[in-house]
């Protein structure tokens, strides 16, 4: 007599959880495991794209990847909130019709996968509390057009994200004055790349007449909040009609 399959739930539908996914039914039979990802969202956000995306409205559509048809027909995607882990049971609340059910249902498994991903700031990524296609498309098509309107932008961070958001916009907007302020003394100081890369990164954003200031901070309170001028902890002065935060991200661990 065979033994029953396991069941294996995988939680997060991001770019590893799928492929993870896809992986364990490519290898799996069903007679071996019940697989089940569990996702809040209907797609796989394309978060990599979003820099392009806040200067071509045409882009934003490339941001949503469906998953409805992400795995096989022997896999199982369940479109929930995750509340928390109860043992070997995963306590759901499901999303019908873009609303969160009341009601949570229970998902054993006999092994997890825990793919939470990361967290960062709005609409790089999509909010943990954010679950609809349409808040987050309204999410980055607001932030487009506070870009569009500004004749200064700062983005402040001046790793991978930062580095690529303000070269977009510098790209696509060259008349604005786009500055990068990073804290530490060289860009992408902690991305792995050697330092030539980064001397053709510098000469590139120079091209692109986008201004980098190294080895400072942004003071918050070193005006009203209206004020289009940001203040570093080094007393430098940077024209700024909006601030694009670009610090990093955070791992999602609360389960």
Sequence with gaps: MMPPPSNIVVVGGGYIGVQFAQELAKHLTPSQASITLIEKNDFTFHCVGVPRALVDPSFVKKLFIPL?????????????????????????RPIVDDK????????????????????????IKVPLQEYTRASVEAAITAMAERIKAASSVLVVGGGPVG???????AAAYPSKCITILERHDR??????????FREQLTAKLAKLNVHVVLGERLVHDSGPPASAVATTDRGTSIDADMQLLCAGMLPNVDL
Excluded: C, W
């Excluded at 580095?163 to 916009?169: D, G, L, T, Y």
């Design 100 to 123: 969160a059910q009341s009601t949570p249902t229970r998902v054993p498994f006999d092994y997890l996968v825990l793919a939470t991903g990361s967290s960062y700031v709005s609409p």
């Design 187 to 196: 860009l992408m100081h902690n991305a792995g790349v050697k330092d030539a």
């Design 68 to 92: 409805d048809h992400a795995l096989p027909s022997t896999a199982t995607v369940l479109r929930g909130i995750v509340d928390k882990i109860d043992g070997k049971v995963v306590v759901v």
């Design 163 to 169: 580095v690529e958001i303000a070269a977009e916009v």
